[in-house]
């Protein structure tokens, strides 16, 4: 039997790479998954933390421009009731006329707007806060523009529209000035969308108009948009308000990208998702302020699932690796151990077996016996020990040669061994001497068993070749006495071999104890 199995070292290890290489299959879906809703978290939390500063930022710029919107609503009105303006209107003196150009001039320093005009009824300019500059349109003639012809209908209000003589776009603020219930004239104020623009330093930021139109925007390819949502307006309105026959929308789509949190968009022709949001104020109802913001750092959104991917993936697959190959090393470990035990106890089995017949050999033959003679003092079990010696054996070496001798010893070990109980134990203690132990076997047993024993190899004999040969045994047989050791024993059952030898041979003897010596159970 070998010492070790043959089993391949490095099966167990290509197993742990099969298993491993399973799990790390079915872990890298997981880990993929888990990036992205990692990812898709983390930018709901920084897209939710810019939105809300952005909305109150937006709101600050809402209430602030409102608040100069609603003086600037407020103005035409207030300069209605001038007296410099009525005096100028009624005695345009040249000395009245300064008066109210000049008071025109501080009024208009006070407010976001561009220009204010007192305007005679017949449409002519009388009255400016920039009289006194070339580019002044006083002397001019607005009798055809809304926020003139409207308001002598007795109508008042905003207009939005194109200067006359500049072709600049702006807001009109105008209503009529009355002297008892007359109309005298109109006061207008006018903002350029310029001006408008050069109130917001923000970039993000744009205005709308009640239509839906991007009237105010940093970014020049905004402007004169529409928002998604605008009213459907008729391209002679357009031409009119806008000066443009057709408006362009502004291109915003939902975006839906399964990384990107909701509520943000598309610009057509970008990649970069933008934050879009709105605020309105109840004084200018009719202008929406906007923040259209880019977000580019989102545009890293796939780079960072694949960055965490690599994390999550790589760290859980490292995790199964060394799992997979502690439990693989600790199960080798453990086979080893086994197979360590297995390679001792055969080590130990052939120690004490003889090397030609397999049976006990002489010093596991004593060692059993000494325990089993201490057994027998102990409970006073009878015991009884032979030896057992072919006889002529020399002339079976010599005639037929060596190895037929060795064939004769193993044949004795197999009868023998065939022939006694499973607790009785046979040992080579000699080249062609024998000797049997019998645990709980009196002499009269002892001497039955051998008898028979010796009969069966009288009568019987082992094949060689063609030849079939036969040889007998002689016996020398103790019982076990309260005095015995191991040595006095074996040494009685070698005494009566030696009577049984010289007794002819093919005979059982039996060594009696000394006189002294009590024989436990004979
Ligand atoms: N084939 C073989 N022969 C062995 C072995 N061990 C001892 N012998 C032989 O056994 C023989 C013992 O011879 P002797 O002691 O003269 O005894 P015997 O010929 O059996 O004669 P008696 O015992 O007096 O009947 C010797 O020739 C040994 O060489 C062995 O392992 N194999």
Known sequence: MPLMKSEHPRRPFALAVVILTLLILAWLPAAWWLSGSLTRSEAQRNVDDIRGRRVEMLKLQTSGFADRWRYLTTSPEIIANSPAVLRALAMPTHEHVNEANHYLDMLI????????????????????????????????????????????????????????????????????????????????????????????GDPSILISDQMGVVVMSKVRGLLWHTLPGAQAISPSLQTLRYGKASLEPIGLTPASSPLLPAGLFHKAGSETPYLFLSQRDGSTARLTLHMLLPLPELNRLPAQQRFYFALIGGSGALALALVTLLLTYLRHIKRLGRQ????????????DSDFLTGCANRRKFERMLEAELARSHRYGNALAVAIIDIDFFKRINDSYGH????????????????????????????????????????????????????????????????????????????????????????????????????????????????????????
Not at 133 to 146: I, M, S
Not at 340 to 351: F, S
């Open 340 to 351: 360590l035990a297995d390679a001792n106890h055969e080590l130990q089995r052939q120690a």
């Open 109 to 200: 320093e006070r407010t976001i707007g561009d220009t204010i005009w007192v305007i005679s009824t017949e449409g002519r300019i009388v009255l400016a806060s920039d009289a006194d500059k070339p580019t002044t349109l006083v002397g001019r003639t607005l009798h055809d523009q809304p926020f003139f012809r409207d308001v002598l209908k007795g109508q008042s209000g905003q207009f939005f529209g194109h200067g006359l003589y500049t072709g600049q776009p702006g807001f009109y603020f105008s209503v009529p000035i009355r002297v008892g219930s007359d109309i005298v004239g109109v006061a207008a104020i006018k903002v350029r969308i310029d001006t408008l623009d050069a109130l917001f």
């Open 403 to 522: 190895p037929v001798g060795d064939a004769g010893l193993m044949h004795l070990v197999r009868t023998v061994s065939a022939a006694i109980r499973e607790g009785d134990l046979l040992g080579r203690i000699g080249g062609e001497e024998f000797a049997l132990m019998l645990p709980q076997t009196s002499e009269q047993d002892a001497d039955t068993v051998l008898q028979r024993l010796r009969a069966v190899f009288e009568a019987g004999g082992f094949t060689a070749g063609e030849q079939r040969i036969g040889f007998t045994v002689s016996i020398g047989y103790a019982a076990a006495a309260e005095a015995d050791g191991i040595e006095s024993l074996l040494q009685r059952a070698d005494a009566a071999l030696y009577a049984a030898k010289q007794g002819g041979r093919n005979r059982v003897c039996f060594g009696a104890a000394p006189a002294a010596a009590a024989q436990p159970n004979a």
